[in-house]
């Protein structure tokens, strides 16, 4: 079955800084790579995605890799802000829809 | 918009109890999923449908049962409710399998 791995479980950093989150899988025949952001009691919202014909994708701050050989995609949060404090999930997917651990991310002014 | 909506925001139930959380989305989706969310854990699949009357097994259905009869609403069914079951549980649904996912605001289900 498939096995989606995300690290780091946890990430804080300083107001301004890169965050990056990385997702590794493990099902060859996924194409699709979407993030998510869950704030505090609500659910998740995608805030970026990407399909395997292409490397990268960009959105004013935020930004996905994907390394399709490798096996794995990440998430780029450029000039961090508080209101990026969230936990964030990947989905890499062919069928189901299986998430990530997560990744609590907390940016410190 | 996409509205998926669950019936319910909090929950309180007694164990042995049967529960039913309802879902319902507005956008004529055909996949629907139910996950539960426990600190540290992420998202488990619990069930999820591709069509009416079709269900399939997530990652951790034990102790829990589902109905689809119509296209709109995703039922999760809790035949005896236990402590374990204590969590909080969120729908999900997409248009076509690799496109975005949209969340209900989810249920916080105590079980006491």
């Known amino acids: 079955g498939e096995n989606v791995e995300q690290h780091p479980s946890t990430l804080s950093v300083q107001e301004g800084d890169s965050a990056v989150i990385k997702c590794t899988y493990s099902?060859?025949?996924?194409?699709?790579f979407p993030w998510y952001k869950q704030e505090l009691g609500k659910g998740p919202q995608l805030i970026i995605d990407i399909r395997s014909n292409v490397g990268e994708k960009k959105d004013q701050r935020i930004a996905v890799t994907l390394n399709k050989t490798a096996k794995h995609f990440s998430l780029h949060i450029t000039e961090t802000q508080p209101e990026d404090s969230a936990v964030y999930f990947c989905?890499?997917?062919?069928?189901?829809?299986?998430f990530g651990q997560g990744t609590e991310l907390s940016v410190k002014p | 918009d996409v509205k998926v909506t669950q019936s319910s925001r909090y929950l309180v139930k007694r164990t042995g109890e049967k529960v039913f959380l309802e879902c319902v989305q507005d956008m004529d989706h055909e996949n629907m999923f139910w996950y539960r969310q426990d600190p540290g854990l992420g998202l488990r699949l619990i069930y999820f449908?591709?069509?009416?009357?079709?269900?399939e097994k997530g990652d951790i259905p034990e102790g829990y049962s589902v109905s689809r009869e119509k296209k709109e609403r995703f039922s999760l069914i809790l035949e005896s409710a236990s402590t374990n079951q204590t969590s909080m549980y969120l729908c999900?649904?997409?248009?076509?399998?690799?496109?975005?996912?949209?969340f209900g605001q989810g249920t916080r289900l105590t079980v006491v």
């Open positions: 099902d060859s025949a996924s194409n699709y």
């Open positions: 989905a890499p997917k062919e069928g189901k829809l299986i």
């Open positions: 449908s591709y069509d009416v009357k079709m269900k």
């Open positions: 999900a649904t997409t248009g076509q399998l690799n496109t975005e996912a949209f």
